[in-house]
């Protein structure tokens, strides 16, 4: 079983109190354990609350650039950032970043609410500079209830319709749930990754019943959570081994264009 992860945070400074290499070897050597054989690396986003201005933006992104040029065969990265800065900021630091070795996607957190007119300025950096956008997203019909910054399904399934072209993942299976499954069906350039909470039983077989088996990709959040679980909410649902090995690896494989020895 080989596994890409999606979406994980090695740099989250608050879990790993101040990462080292040697923290990240261990944290390789974690993954290989469970059979993941690449990560993408999303960035410490919330470093600096929910507003980073561009010069915060870079901190977050040169610690994350740090993780494929010290082990390029085991992280891709994706550049943080804040579409409210403006189109100039967030041009500018999209095209540094896809400059640099490993970049080959854009992580949006919570500074504004995917349906935000400034949204255009992410889909033009996507298709500037060819990189999948990563939206973090959850119902705001349960607990979160603020859709100033937080993205409800709703939401980023208007961003995907709105740039058709543009191809975008839809964070956090958990937490967007079965109707997040429903908002992303009619949008093929919409993927959704596994991540955000415990497992809820039949989500996974729902949406690779609606989906199909070829727009889910693996996700952990790893280390705010853990890979046994997450690649268990996997193995211990009705997928064929056709359907976990698309879900677990060539997805996002083929999404990322990554060719992995």
């Known amino acids: 079983m080989r596994i890409i992860d999606v979406h994980t945070h090695p740099t989250l400074k608050s879990v790993l109190q101040g990462r080292t290499a040697a923290q990240m070897r261990r944290l390789i050597a974690h993954g290989r354990r469970h059979g993941i054989v690449h990560m993408v690396a999303l960035g410490d986003v919330l470093r600096f609350g929910f507003k980073p201005d561009a010069a915060q ?16 065969e085991y992280f891709t990265a ?3 950032l ?3 800065l403006g189109e ?8 540094r970043c896809a400059a640099l070795p490993g970049f080959r996607g854009i992580k949006l957190e919570v500074a504004c609410n995917s349906a935000h007119p400034c949204m255009r300025h992410v ?21 979160v209830k603020d859709r100033t910054y937080q993205s409800d399904p709703i939401d980023t399934a208007m961003f995907a319709r709105r740039n058709p072209d543009v191809q975008v993942i839809m964070a956090h299976l958990t937490g967007i749930g079965f109707r997040g499954v429903l908002e992303a069906k009619s949008l093929p350039n919409l993927y959704i990754d596994t991540s955000g909470g415990w497992p809820e039983e039949e989500l996974v077989e729902f949406a690779v019943e609606h989906l199909g088996p070829d727009r889910l990709l693996y996700g952990s959040d790893i280390p705010v959570r853990e890979n046994a679980i997450t690649i268990g909410r996997i193995l211990g649902s009705r997928l064929s081994a056709a359907e976990r090995h698309k879900v677990f690896f060539a997805n ?4 990322l264009n990554l060719k992995l020895n």
């Open 57 to 72: 933006l870079r901190l977050i992104n040169n610690d994350t650039a740090l993780l494929p040029r010290a082990f390029p």
């Open 123 to 143: 889909a033009k950096a996507a298709r500037t500079f060819n990189l999948v956008v990563l939206q973090h997203s959850w119902s705001t019909s349960n607990m």
């Open 78 to 80: 994706l550049v943080y």
């Open 82 to 84: 804040n579409p409210l």
């Open 252 to 255: 996002t494989a083929r999404l």
């Open 88 to 95: 100039r900021a967030t041009m500018a630091e999209a095209e």
